[in-house]
C-alpha cells in the first residue's frame, strides 16, 4: 500500500458490519440511553434508505446530476451534466464501507467527468459540491486522478475572482472564462476557502488560498459598525445592496466559514474575523421569545429588528457554536431548532419564531438540524441528541421516501412531495444521520472539518 493511500485511510477506522434493516421506533424519554445494538440498528437503517435512494438515481438518472423521484426521470443544471450526486455521494459511500459502489463511482467520475464545458456554471454550488467532493474523494482514496479534476475544475473557476473588489462574480464559463452575476452575497463570496485553500495546500499553489481569503476579507472589511453584513453586496462597487442582517439564507455559510478555516488552516485573520462577527450576531440577531433561543434579522447599520423568521437552513448556527465551544448557546438554539421540525413532523423552509406561523412551507430535504444533532452528540454524549436523530430519521422516512428514492416537500403542512432529490441528500442528508449512529471511530472527528456540503478535508497547518 502507497503511503498516500495509508494515509487516507486514517480517516476510516472501521468498517460497519450491516445489521437488520428494521427498526421499532422507541417509546423512551428523550434522553434515555441508547444500546450499542439499537444504534447498529440504527446505522444500518441509514444506510439502506441511502442505498435505496441511490439504487433509484443509478436505475433512473445514472451520468446525470439529480434524480427526479416522482416522475422517475433525471435532471441536468445545466446544459451537460458535471456528475453532480455521484460526485457529492463519493465520500459518503466510502465512510459508510459501501466498497463496490464506492469503487465503481469513483471510476466513473475519472473517466467520465470533464469540465471543458462551454456552459457557465454558479461558482458557489460548483465549488462546495464538486470542487469539495472531489477533494475529499482524493484524500480518502489517494486516487491523483480525483485532484487533477479538482485543479481543472479549480483553474476554471479562478475567473470569478477578477472583480474591482476582489469579490468573486456568481457565475463564470467554464470553457471560455466569461463571468456574469456582479450582485452576490457573503454565503457565495464568504463560502470558497475551504475548497480553495484545501487545492492551493494539496497542488502547492497558492494563487487558490490568496484569491479566496482575499473574498472572505474584502467582504468581511465591509461590515457595518455594528460588526454586521447585509444580504447582498455589488462585487464592483463594494457597495451593499441589501442591508438585511441574519444568519439564513445567503449569509449563513459566510459565519461557518470564519470559524473552519481558523479551524482548517490555523489561519488566524480567520480566526480574529469569526470572534468579532458572533460577538456581533449575538449581540443584535439573537432573540428570546417565551425564553428560547432564536437568531432573526436585524439592519446591518441600526440593529433595528426587520424579521422574526428563521428555518431550515437556520439551524446550522448550533453545530457552529458547537465547533466554536460555545455550548451553552448551541444546546439552547438546538432546542428551538428540534421545536420547528416536532411543530409539524418536519421543519418548514421558513419559520415566524414569534408565532409559531410557518412562512415558506417547503421542505427541500436539508441535513442542517441532524448537523447540529451530530455535533452536539459529539461533544455533550448526551443520548438526548441521539433520540433527537431517531425522531428526525423517523419522520423524514415518513414524510420523505417514495418507491424509488427520496423527494422534497412542497409543503410540510400538506406533506405534499415535490420531484426533486438534489445530490446534497447523499452528501449531507444521509451522511449525519449515518454519522451520527455510528461508531466514533467510523470518521476521526477532530482530525477534519466539514465543508458546508459535509466533504471531510484533512486539518492543515
Known amino acids: 500500500m502507497s503511503k498516500t493511500k495509508a494515509a487516507s485511510l486514517l480517516l476510516i477506522l472501521c468498517v460497519l458490519t450491516p445489521a437488520q434493516t428494521l427498526f421499532a ?203 454586521l453584513v447585509g444580504t447582498r453586496i455589488n462585487v464592483e462597487s463594494g457597495v451593499w445592496t441589501n442591508t438585511d442582517s441574519h444568519v439564513s439564507a445567503e449569509i449563513d455559510s459566510y459565519y461557518e466559514y470564519l470559524l473552519k478555516c481558523w479551524l482548517l488552516f490555523g489561519d488566524r485573520d480567520c480566526r480574529r474575523m469569526w470572534r468579532e462577527s458572533v460577538a456581533a450576531v449575538n449581540q443584535h440577531l439573537a432573540d428570546e421569545p417565551r425564553g428560547e433561543l432564536w437568531y432573526g434579522h436585524a439592519d446591518m447599520h441600526t440593529g433595528r429588528r426587520t424579521a422574526t423568521t428563521s428555518g431550515a437552513l437556520d439551524a446550522f448556527f448550533p453545530a457552529v457554536l458547537a465547533l466554536s465551544g460555545d455550548l451553552r448557546r448551541a444546546k439552547r438554539l438546538q432546542a428551538s431548532s428540534f421545536k420547528m421540525w416536532t411543530l409539524n413532523g418536519i421543519e418548514p423552509e421558513t419559520l415566524d419564531y414569534r408565532t409559531m406561523r410557518v412562512v415558506e412551507p417547503g421542505y427541500p430535504l436539508r441535513p442542517e438540524i441532524i448537523e447540529s444533532a451530530y455535533y452536539l452528540y459529539h461533544y455533550t454524549k448526551d443520548p438526548r441528541y441521539l433520540r433527537e436523530g431517531e425522531r428526525l430519521f423517523e419522520d423524514f422516512v415518513k414524510h420523505c421516501r417514495t418507491d424509488e428514492g427520496y423527494a422534497a416537500l412542497k409543503s410540510v403542512l400538506t406533506k405534499e412531495k415535490a420531484d426533486s432529490m438534489q445530490s446534497f441528500l447523499f452528501a449531507e442528508t444521509f451522511k449525519y444521520f449515518y454519522l451520527l449512529f455510528a461508531p466514533p471511530q467510523t470518521l476521526r472527528f477532530e482530525g477534519v472539518v466539514f465543508n458546508t456540503e459535509a466533504h471531510p478535508l484533512r486539518k492543515t497547518r
Request: charged share 25%.
Open 25 to 227: 421506533q422507541s417509546r423512551r424519554g428523550a434522553a434515555a440511553a441508547v444500546g450499542a445494538a439499537e444504534r447498529r440498528m440504527l446505522t444500518a437503517r441509514v444506510k439502506s434508505e441511502f442505498l435505496h435512494a441511490w439504487r433509484g438515481y443509478k436505475k433512473y438518472a445514472w451520468g446525470h446530476d439529480d434524480l427526479r423521484p416522482l416522475s422517475k426521470t433525471h435532471h441536468d443544471w445545466y446544459a451537460q451534466p458535471l456528475l453532480m450526486t455521484p460526485v457529492d455521494a463519493l465520500d459518503t459511500l466510502i465512510l459508510m464501507g459501501l466498497k463496490d459502489e464506492a469503487e465503481a463511482t469513483r471510476k466513473y467520475i475519472v473517466e467520465n467527468l470533464s469540465f471543458d464545458k462551454d456552459i457557465s456554471v454558479q461558482n458557489f454550488e460548483v465549488t462546495i459540491r464538486l470542487l469539495g467532493g472531489l477533494l475529499s474523494g482524493y484524500q480518502l482514496t489517494g486516487d491523483r486522478r480525483l485532484l487533477a479534476l479538482a485543479e481543472d475544475l479549480g483553474n476554471r473557476l479562478l475567473p470569478v475572482f477578477d472583480s474591482p473588489t476582489g469579490i468573486p462574480y456568481r457565475f463564470v464559463n467554464l470553457r471560455t472564462g466569461k463571468v456574469r452575476g456582479a450582485e452576490t452575497n457573503p454565503a457565495e463570496a464568504g463560502t470558497l476557502l475551504v475548497e480553495f485553500g484545501t487545492l492551493g495546500r494539496l497542488t502547492g499553489k497558492t494563487v487558490f488560498y490568496d484569491k479566496a481569503k482575499r473574498a472572505l476579507v474584502e467582504t468581511y472589511k465591509r461590515r457595518s459598525k455594528l460588526g
